[in-house]
């Protein structure tokens, strides 16, 4: 049977690399004659459809107990790949402050490893609900910086924070896991 949950994650998958290259590779010569403003559009529909694609996938699964291994590796794989062609192209194209990328991308990087270190021992650092808040501020702040709606920028700072502070409560709860064993 076909796991819905973890083909949603994995089209999201794909979609991450295929925005980046409508944000980075403007110059190529498919995109000739295409003005830049449509290639945003671009990116922005398939950074809608792709966050879209999140939401489901983690519905479904709890929904219908269709949670796998292979699926909480995808989906937060997915996830990252995801904010990371927002931002990093973002970034390229003078839209997102560099020290904010570097501060999210840095939080993001910690946090994977600690999930790893945390696997190697046994303990399961799952998601909490401000993990789900920092990806849908980033989330709003990627789709707004796209755009170059007014606001962006502040939506950054505010994932920042955010994503700074559901990093702390990943450390707290990784060590108060550590303690009890």
Not at 46 to 65: E, K, M, N, P, Q
Not at 90 to 108: F, K, Q, V
Not at 135 to 152: C, D, H, K, N, R
Request: without cysteine.
């Amino acid at each position: 049977m076909v796991n819905v949950p973890n083909v949603l994650a994995f089209i999201r998958l794909l979609m991450a690399p295929l925005m980046y290259l409508l944000l980075v590779d403007r110059d190529w010569s498919v995109f000739e004659g295409i003005h830049y403003s449509w290639l945003d559009y671009g990116a922005a529909f398939l950074f809608v459809l792709a966050s879209a694609t999140d939401f489901f996938d983690g519905y479904i699964a709890r929904t219908f107990d269709q949670i796998t291994p292979l699926g909480e590796i995808l989906d937060p794989l997915a996830d990252k790949m995801l904010t990371l062609a927002g931002f990093l192209g973002l970034m390229l194209l003078g839209r997102a402050d560099p020290w904010a990328i570097y501060l999210i991308l840095t939080r993001e990087l910690f946090i994977t490893g600690l999930r790893v270190s945390a696997a190697g021992r046994g303990l399961k650092v799952s998601a909490s609900w401000m993990g789900k808040v920092k990806t849908v501020s980033q989330m709003f702040a990627i789709g707004f910086l796209l755009m170059e709606w007014p606001g962006g920028t502040l939506l950054l700072w505010i994932a920042v924070a955010l994503t700074l502070y559901s990093g702390y409560e990943y450390v707290r709860d990784y060590f108060r896991q550590t303690a009890l064993h």
